[in-house]
């Protein structure tokens, strides 16, 4: 009877044993006639080889592997050292006091009225300390409750997510409060292994920098809980009207909750998912052992208290234009800030009103004004807001047509041209590019002057040639547009190189206030230091051209294509339609106000025919009486103390009186508000500003109307 047998281990012999074979040699290659073949205790031995666990004993004990393992080890600790060194570097920690969206900015209009709002409503961080306890174990309990154990990464809690998630149980993430914190301070929200990878790093090394009580502070006072609202005393106050400091246990439960899906969760938009998603904080709350199950029973989901909600707009054309500037002009921190800006509220009011007035159809219109050092004070970006955020004033590249001539004449008297001198006014009759005048009306010459108030294509595409694409480019360049136009192009003198409204009157603004390049700005510009004076100085035009530029403005609005704006006093504009009537301008400036209004369709398709010395030209001249108190027109308003970008019209149009007349006015009323119209003087004077020197020696013409740029025949 054999005993019991030890397993030989691989690789040696079971020589001079006595419990088993002191060896077996085989005279054949077969074991096929082996007698003990059947023997189970050779049997048992042959079948109890190594074990993959023998194995790797053997390699991991072997002497090459302990030499590399030990390396590698050490490079991996390598590597995390110098990866701790480079977050130092590159991931300070100040960027965690600092909020993670840009805090909320409130625009106001010059006399201090708010405008709009824009940006994440944050307020000033939470102290761990002065947080009443259950407020602490409500987040603790929920997100992540060994969070005073663990040293930013939590091995158990990371293996309980992943066992529930490959078991299909609810989705879990697993990450800490300090992974979460690393994340939303420092990382993209992307989901990939290498970005999780980083978010361990960098919670590592959040640990080995904070306590764990300013850790919990910043992820508190970051963290978002929806409506726009990010950390944990904003939410407070905008859900409860609460300091955190005194927030009720049902409060700190909700609040808990939505952290799990903030806009999904939110009570303003979905109370019932708070409620429910409340009862999941509640059970929390009792596994953890901060709450017992009756207290947690007893736990009724809390009444909202919103009466800090937001009734200005996010948005307007002027505040979505000015929010950049705005942005580089606060501190960075959580306190909210409001800053004045140029916007003057009853110009923008006439803006709004003349535009709402205006007869334009389906077509849209765009309207901006500015002082002459280029403060806006008011803007129109179309005609609804609310249907379309596309801002035609700054937005849109349109053709500016013959508002641009004013550039390439201005180019002219630079090079010694006089208003008298004269031009011809003959059409092309050789070349590729024959530009037409409109209506055919030619003649064999006019003065600068003439050319210019009758807005002659033939004659600017001339004044062009004279000069050279090259200074009138460098001009445009001078007066602040940066929009491509093309070198040895004639028909750039008919305004065929596209650009915004803002660029356009900008450059108007530099020559009415003779000091360019003028850039548009929605906040006081600051005077100029001795160094800028003396350095960086802004350019002007002689005194002789600036006279001689605004003589033809002059000209053009009183005599010429632009008398459709004509004012009382002293003014100065342009008129410009582009080809096939697609765009309509009027660019103009009086006293100390510089406007420019363009209509057109966003598709750019013809307009029926509308002309710039047509509707911009009436919209220019209704906005400059009103804005210069000259003439009150438009409905009566009620004055609307938040938001002067959308005052109340009159409340029903229909209790107003039928229409009357009255000193030659005609009074009406319909579903938009009270319409004034007058009648034109049959014996109207002279214009105040109109020149007084005798007649042209060149040959008086029929009036020409607005042009458009010609194609090549």
Do not use: C
């Not at 009877?1 to 030989?8: C, F, R, T, Y």
């Not at 625009?107 to 009443?132: F, H, K, M, W």
């Amino acid at each position: 009877m054999w005993g019991h047998k030890a397993k030989p281990r691989l690789g040696h012999e079971a020589a001079g044993s006595s419990a088993g074979h002191s060896g077996y040699y085989s005279l054949t290659e077969s074991m096929a006639d082996d007698p003990w073949e059947n023997d189970p205790d050779f049997a048992e031995d042959r079948r109890s080889g190594p074990t993959l666990w023998d194995l790797a004993y053997e390699i991991l004990t072997a002497h090459g592997t302990r030499y590399w393992g030990v390396r590698i080890a050490a490079g991996l600790l390598l590597l995390v050292i110098l990866t701790v060194i480079w977050l130092a570097f590159t991931a300070p920690l100040s960027k965690s006091l600092e909020p993670i969206a840009p805090p909320q900015v409130t625009l106001l209009a010059a006399d201090g009225t708010p405008i709009a709002r824009n940006g994440a409503v944050y307020d000033e961080p939470v102290d761990v300390d002065r947080l009443p306890d259950h407020v602490v174990q409500a987040f603790l309990a929920t997100e992540d409750r060994r969070f005073y154990s663990h040293w930013g990464v939590d091995p158990r809690g990371l293996a309980r997510a992943t066992l529930n998630n490959i078991s299909g149980g609810p989705t879990q993430g697993g990450s800490t409060i300090t992974q979460q914190l690393a994340k939303f301070t420092f990382l993209t929200p992307e989901q990939s292994l290498s970005r999780k990878a980083r978010e361990m790093l960098i919670a590592f090394w959040l640990e080995g920098w904070l306590t764990k009580d300013e850790i919990l502070e910043r992820y508190l006072s970051n963290a978002y809980f929806g409506d726009n609202t990010y950390g944990l005393r904003a939410a407070s106050l905008h859900y409860f009207y609460r300091q955190p400091e005194r927030l009720e246990p049902n409060q700190a439960a909700m609040l808990a909750g939505l952290l799990k899906a903030p806009s999904a969760y939110a009570p303003s938009q979905h109370y019932e998912r708070a409620a429910t998603r409340m009862q999941a904080v509640k059970a929390s709350l009792v596994s953890a052992g901060f709450l017992s199950s009756e207290q947690a029973e007893r736990m009724r989901a809390p009444e909202l208290d919103m009466r800090l909600s937001n009734d200005l707009p996010t948005g307007t054309y002027f505040a979505d234009w000015a929010l950049p500037e705005a942005r580089d002009r606060t501190q960075p921190g959580y306190a909210l800030q409001a800053l004045t800006t140029t916007l003057d509220a009853r110009l923008q009011g006439i803006a709004r009103d003349v535009i709402a007035d205006a007869p334009l159809g389906d077509a849209q219109a765009a309207l901006v004004a500015m002082r002459r050092n280029g403060e806006v004070v008011a803007m129109i970006g179309g005609t609804d807001y609310s249907k379309s955020a596309f801002n035609r004033v700054t937005q849109a590249r349109r053709q500016p047509g013959s508002t641009f001539k004013t550039i390439v004449y201005l180019a002219a008297l630079q090079n010694g041209f006089g208003p008298e001198d004269p031009v011809s006014n003959r059409p092309f009759t050789q070349g590729s590019y024959r530009p037409e005048n409109y209506d055919d009306q030619y003649s064999d010459f006019l003065t600068l002057e003439q050319a210019f108030a009758r807005s002659s294509n033939v004659a600017a595409v001339r004044m062009f040639n004279e000069v050279g694409s090259a200074d009138v480019i460098e001009l445009a360049r001078d007066l602040g547009i940066s929009s491509p136009i093309p070198r040895g192009d004639p028909s750039v003198a008919l305004g065929t190189a596209g650009m915004s409204l803002m660029d356009l009157t900008a450059a108007y603004a530099g020559i009415a206030g003779n000091s360019y390049p003028v850039r548009p700005t929605a906040f006081l510009r600051e005077p100029r230091g001795l160094w800028d004076r003396i350095f960086n100085a802004p350019r002007s035009f002689s005194g002789s051209t600036h006279n001689d530029i605004e003589r033809l403005l002059r000209t053009a609005i009183n005599d010429g294509t632009g008398r459709a704006a004509q004012l009382p006093g002293l003014n100065f504009g342009k008129t410009g339609t582009t080809q096939n009537n697609r765009d309509a301008l009027f660019v103009g400036y009086a006293g100390d106000l510089v406007v420019g209004v363009w209509v057109g369709n966003d598709d750019n398709t013809p307009l029926d025919g509308v002309s710039g010395g047509g509707l911009p030209a009436r919209i220019w001249k209704s906005f400059m009486l009103r804005a210069q108190g000259i003439r009150s027109e438009g409905p009566a308003r009620r004055q609307d103390p938040r938001a002067p970008v959308q005052p109340l019209d009159v409340p029903n149009a229909s209790d107003i009186p039928d229409p009357v007349e009255e000193e030659g006015a005609e009074i009406t009323t319909d579903s938009r508000g009270i319409t004034i119209r007058e009648e034109a003087p049959r014996d109207e004077a002279p214009p105040l500003d109109a020149p007084q020197d005798g007649p042209r020696s060149a040959p008086e013409l029929p009036p020409v109307r607005e042009e458009e740029a010609a194609t090549a025949n």
